[in-house]
């Protein structure tokens, strides 16, 4: 009776963790979910102290879970169970050493038997060095959106996944955080082992590389640690500049690089700015982080952003999203890739739990925090200015009663421009034109939007004062 009762309560906490990773992947993003969250297993429940057990396989892992998410998770175990007072994070006794680990059928650094039948995509990094992280199946080239400012990169990762010698290597891809090159990695991971099904890839952050080689260093592990790293035919390493500093690892990462290059191997290194930025590096590390292509990954221009929200819309069918709130979108979220996707999720997701339609003002209501946040401070007071001097008229015009053709249309595009561009609502809207009605800024700005879709003159217009506002 007692077993029995044992193992219905190992079900209920199991259940309990599922519900909660679903929600902390969602809010972290799979990327931090897959390093730091994934790896934690359940431990036992006390009931008489309310205290439960997480464990995760190193001490690095278990300290800066603890730091960053002991609250969140603490409060998601209280939410999800009342009886939950107190939440530990530990290492897990049992933790195996890294040798014993199992990847691909052998060891944690993708080494296979033999007669190891070839394993499918999603299987890479189940569990072992790469478990940290993965490698996620929608990160593929087809899913990657190109444009203008990425092209380079992009064609740079494709002819590194191709079966035939790359003509540089190693490749390093420079972003800023949320332009892609993340996504790249997955993508040359994914495609060059669909063309070699037996090949051995070794796909991590500098920081897990920090970890298994420390850990290889107080293990007196050494041996294995360089004889496995340096048996990859690929090496991808993302988030280099956290190596900085760290003189020891920094030599075995360039002897690695050495080793790996000179047996033709391919190697592709990414960070959130170029090596020669990269401070405290070893000169010779350096260099060979310089010696093949830097391809660098600028911001997405409002071209590339429009093109991937329409490239996402697909997922929400038959969910309708009008025009304008894409433009809307993609002029407004403009920092970086990721939160523009996750603005557009966000909104999607609202929608459809909701009822509701998705529309601009549904958008301006839910995503404010994401907006706020990228929007430049643009005033009603310069939109005013700007749109006087395109159209040529005096700045009192905004706050006339005239109602004159060549004085109302310039006034309703300032209307437009004051709600797309600004956090103000229609009623501030209309104080700032004369202190006009509510209902007359929401006709101005749904009139504009009509005229665009069928005067190709009032479009080029708007867009010129767009470009010329948010210069």
């Not at 955080?177 to 997955?186: A, F, N, S, V």
């Not at 082992?193 to 037996?198: F, S, V």
């Not at 004889?227 to 760290?246: E, N, S, T």
């Not at 700007?386 to 015009?397: A, G």
Request: glycine share 6%.
């Amino acid at each position: 009776m007692m077993d029995e009762l044992r193992e219905q309560e190992a079900a209920n906490l199991a259940a309990d963790w599922s519900d909660i990773s679903l929600g902390l992947r969602k809010d972290l993003g799979q990327q931090l979910f897959n390093q730091w969250i994934r790896p934690i297993q359940l431990g036992s429940f006390c009931a008489e102290t309310g205290t439960l057990d997480l464990f995760l396989p190193t001490e690095f892992s278990a300290n800066w879970v603890q730091e960053r998410f002991h609250d969140r998770l603490s409060l998601a175990w209280k939410i999800a169970r009342a009886e939950v007072r107190q939440v530990r994070i530990g290492v897990h006794p049992g933790r195996r050493k890294l040798a014993d680990l199992d990847l691909r059928g052998e060891d944690g650094f993708g080494h296979r038997a033999a007669n190891d039948a070839p394993q499918p995509l999603e299987s890479i990094g189940s569990e072992g060095f790469t478990s940290s992280i993965g490698l996620d199946p929608s990160l593929t080239f087809s899913s990657f959106v190109s444009g203008t400012t990425n092209v380079l990169a992009k064609n740079a990762a494709e002819r590194m996944a191709k079966t035939e010698k790359p003509q540089f290597s190693p490749l390093y891809l420079k972003a800023a955080t949320g332009q892609g090159k993340t996504h790249l990695l997955h993508a040359i991971a994914h495609a060059y082992l669909q063309e070699h099904p037996r090949t051995r890839i070794f796909y991590c952050s500098a920081e897990r590389f920090m970890v298994e080689f420390v850990q290889a260093l107080k293990s007196n592990e050494m041996i294995e640690f360089k004889a496995r790293l340096r048996g990859f035919d690929l090496l991808l390493v993302d988030d280099i500049q956290f190596i900085i500093g760290k003189a020891s690892a920094q030599e075995e990462l360039l002897y690695t690089i050495d080793a790996l290059l000179a047996e033709g191997k391919r190697l592709v290194f990414a960070a959130d700015r170029a090596p020669q930025a990269l401070d405290g590096v070893e000169p010779r590390l350096l260099s060979r982080l310089s010696m093949g292509l830097v391809a660098d990954i600028q911001p997405a221009d409002i071209e590339l952003r429009r093109a991937i929200l329409e490239s996402k819309l697909t997922r929400f069918a038959p969910l309708a999203v009008p025009g304008d709130v894409i433009e809307f979108l993609a002029r407004t979220i403009n920092r970086n890739v990721r939160e523009l996707v996750g603005g557009l999720n966000k909104l999607i997701a609202y929608a459809q739990l909701t009822g509701q339609d998705v529309t601009l003002q549904l958008a301006e209501d839910q995503l404010t925090d994401i907006l706020s946040a990228n929007r430049k401070r643009i005033t009603i007071d310069e939109i005013q200015r700007t749109v006087c001097q395109f159209y040529r008229i005096d700045r009192s015009e905004m706050s006339s009663k005239r109602r004159a053709r060549a004085v109302v249309r310039p006034r309703q595009v300032a209307m437009y421009l004051a709600k797309v561009l600004t956090p103000r609502s229609y009623p501030e809207i209309g104080r700032k034109f004369g202190g006009r009605d509510h209902s007359t800024v929401i006709h101005a700005v749904r009139l504009i939007e009509d005229l665009r879709k069928r005067d190709s003159d009032m479009d080029g217009d708007v867009r010129s004062l767009l470009r010329q506002l948010e210069s």
